[in-house]
């Protein structure tokens, strides 16, 4: 008997899941749709460059880092079905060391105005891959230690990404994105890399466009 309960209780989340998650198709693509998504993840640097310089200045590569934590808060609205504008605020960190030096730190922070190509209710409804490009000013903070050098320098990063997401419904959906930035900082030995790749899971929240009812439209033309 609770087995009984059990299976139909689930049997009920699952039916109240798919009533309220469903996602219908949108006939208009993104086209007048505002979106605000929050993601965060993982960012990885490789910086070969920079531990074969600081290497042929006698500095030993000590620990390469695993890379670090990053976020992203992201402004888009569809210009038209299939193509988005978007602004991107994005922060993320790393870490390495090599000889004769404490730990080297690097925060990377910004933001990137750029468009997003994609293809809404592809496969089935609410499924929408992307690919996007961006471009903005990005500040590399790099430090070792609270006494330690510091080099603070602001460039312009290039940044392009891939993404698949997913709407629930009309309002809120998630996302999975790769993203390469382009960007250079400096510091005592060498040139160094501040950009990298980002992995983010986030979350997504929709503003569709507002379409007259059928009753407003009557009401109107009498």
Avoid at 85 to 113: H, K, M, W
Avoid at 132 to 156: C, H, Q, S, W
Avoid at 172 to 198: C, D, H, K, P, Q
């Amino acid at each position: 008997m609770e087995d009984l309960v059990t299976s139909a209780l689930v049997a009920c989340v699952m039916l109240a899941g798919t009533t309220v998650y469903a996602a219908k198709p949108w006939d208009h693509g993104v086209a007048g749709v505002g979106r605000i998504s929050i993601s965060g993840g993982w960012k990885s640097t490789p910086n070969d460059f920079f531990f074969k310089q600081s290497g042929e200045q006698g500095y030993a590569t000590v620990s390469r880092g695993l890379g670090g934590g990053q976020g992203t808060a992201s402004f888009g609205f569809g210009a038209i079905s299939w193509l988005e504008v978007s602004i991107d605020l994005f922060i993320g960190n790393d870490r390495f060391e090599i000889g004769g030096f404490q730990p080297i730190n690097v925060l990377t922070y910004g933001a990137l105005i750029g468009v997003r190509a994609t293809k809404m209710d592809l496969f089935f409804p609410g499924f929408a891959p992307y690919i996007g490009v961006g471009i903005g000013p990005t500040l590399g903070y790099v430090f070792t230690g609270v006494d330690g050098e510091t080099y603070e320098r602001l460039v312009t990063g290039i940044a392009a990404s891939a993404g698949l997401s997913y709407r629930f419904n009309d309002y809120f959906g998630m996302l999975l994105e790769y993203r390469f930035l382009y960007a250079r900082g400096v510091w005592v030995t060498s040139g160094v890399n501040i950009g990298g790749s980002f992995v983010s899971l986030g979350a997504v929240i929709y503003f569709p466009r507002t379409v007259p009812s059928t009753s407003s439209g009557m009401l109107g033309s009498l």
